[in-house]
Structure formats: structure tokens, C-alpha cells
């Protein structure tokens, strides 16, 4: 299937406003992972969700006609940001996994060395 200039010019439109906003979601999610912000997290997962409806969406349309040299570039910027979010989380989920560990390693000495046991408890703190 080829496309005509007008529909060519308007399929390129609209995969820039898909990768645009895929840099945007990105840049939001980066914040709010550098201000340790976790609210607003579940609208970025949202906001990814439907850009890559919208991106496959996108994709169906345009079939199997060969890409040219600017949708390539577009598809390269979209890669990079997502390659940069994904390493990024990456980061950010062994940061919180090691975190959850010293956390572990805590309680557990904790409980071993007999100041969370019951003995404790019927006979008073330690002077």
C-alpha cells in the first residue's frame, strides 16, 4: 500500500505527536522518580498504556509499507527515550530491592538476637 503525499504528510504528523508525547510521559515519570514523588504514578502508567494503543494503532495503519528516513528517525527518538525510562527504572527497582534488603537483614538480627520475643515481653526490658 502506498500513500499518497497528503496522507504521507498526515500518517508523519501523527507518529510525531505519538513520539512526542512518549518524551513527554518519559520526562514526567523521570521526575517524579528524582523527587521520590508517587502519586502521580499510576497516571504516567496510564498515559504509557494508551500511547502504546495509540502506537500500534499507528502501526496497523500504515501496514507494511516501507519506512522512510524521517519515520525511522521518529521511531530512533521514541526507542531512546524508552531505552533511557527503561534503565532508568531499572535503577530505581534494584535501589528500592536493596533498600527492602537492608530492611530484611534488620528485622531478621533483630528477632534473632531475642529482642522480639516473648520472654521480653513478661519480663520487662533489658537494664
Do not use: C, W
Not at 496522507?7 to 517524579?32: G, Y
Not at 530505581?92 to 527492602?100: G, P, Y
Amino acid at each position: 500500500m502506498s500513500l499518497s503525499g497528503g496522507a504521507k504528510n498526515e500518517t508523519h504528523e501523527a507518529l510525531r505527536r505519538i513520539v512526542d508525547h512518549i518524551k513527554s510521559v518519559v520526562e514526567d515519570e523521570k521526575q517524579l522518580l528524582a523527587a521520590s514523588r508517587f502519586d502521580g504514578i499510576d497516571r504516567v502508567i496510564a498515559r504509557k498504556d494508551q500511547l502504546a494503543i495509540e502506537l500500534s494503532r499507528h502501526a496497523r495503519r500504515i501496514g507494511s509499507s516501507p519506512l522512510d528516513q524521517e519515520t525511522r528517525a521518529l521511531l530512533n527518538e521514541a526507542a531512546q527515550a524508552l531505552d533511557s525510562n527503561a534503565m532508568l527504572l531499572r535503577h530505581h527497582i534494584e535501589a528500592v530491592s536493596e533498600v527492602a534488603g537492608l530492611i530484611s537483614n534488620i528485622l531478621v538480627n533483630a528477632n534473632s538476637d531475642g529482642t522480639y520475643t516473648g520472654n521480653v515481653a513478661r519480663r520487662g526490658p533489658r537494664p
